[in-house]
């Protein structure tokens, strides 16, 4: 069983074109993430939701809006894209109450041409 | 600003000698602190941690020692196999915060 997945697994769209990477967690965690992997191989956090609430959320466009329908899903959907936005982007969830061990998924990677 | 950094990108290791990687943090509040392996095309994996209260703590093949005072903290991984070849993250948090800081990785190679 997949403890944390996402689809589309590749991702390949048009400059200005608006998309949607889905996730799914089935470890019961309360806390879930979303990350974004640039050409440099950073891993740089976007955001967090705990239990549906946005918790975190750090200098991103505001082209790009999480949506979590309940606490096992967090969705990112991603407006008028740019060329810029191609990267990898990983989902991870965490159960909170203690030290953050946080679990992720296997990671959509996105192409803008 | 990168607040965990880890140099030395890239390590090439014979199979059952040890690898070690290093990892730095300028954030004094961090007191937790992780390192996750990653191979190409998935996810990383969470691997091992070590909370400030502690120095040292080992899990089968690998061992994270951590030293407070010189905001540094690095993976051992004896002896070392080619599975073992992948990508290492370090990431540290600060208590009550799910915040996770990354380096940037250490290629590790092992050679059979």
């Known amino acids: 069983d997949t403890a944390v997945s996402q689809t589309p697994k590749y991702l390949v769209t048009q400059m200005g074109n608006d998309k949607s990477i889905k996730c799914e967690q089935n470890l019961g965690h309360d806390t879930m993430y979303w990350y974004k992997q640039d050409s440099k191989k950073f891993l740089k956090i976007m955001f967090s939701?705990?239990?549906?609430?946005?918790?975190i959320n750090e200098t991103v466009p505001n082209r790009f809006s999480p949506k979590s329908p309940d606490k096992a899903h967090l969705n990112l959907h991603i407006n008028s894209l740019e060329l810029g936005d191609s990267a990898v982007y990983f989902c991870a969830s965490s159960q909170r109450g203690g030290p953050e061990t946080q679990y992720f998924g296997p990671g959509t990677r996105l192409l803008v041409l | 600003d990168q607040q965990v950094k880890q140099n030395s990108p890239s390590l090439s290791v014979q199979e059952g000698r040890i690898s070690i990687l290093n990892c730095d943090y300028t954030?004094?509040?961090?007191?937790?602190f992780l390192w996750y392996k990653k191979y190409p095309a998935e996810g990383p994996t969470f691997l091992i941690s070590?909370?400030?209260?502690?120095d040292k703590n080992e899990d089968g093949r690998f061992t994270v020692f951590l030293n407070k005072s010189a905001k540094h903290l690095s993976l051992h991984i004896v002896p070392s196999q080619p599975g073992d070849s992948a990508v290492y993250f370090c990431a540290a948090s600060a208590l009550g915060n799910n915040r996770l800081a990354f380096g940037k990785g250490n290629q590790v190679v092992v050679i059979p």
């Open positions: 939701y705990n239990n549906k609430e946005l918790i």
């Open positions: 954030n004094s509040m961090f007191d937790y």
């Open positions: 070590i909370s400030s209260i502690k």
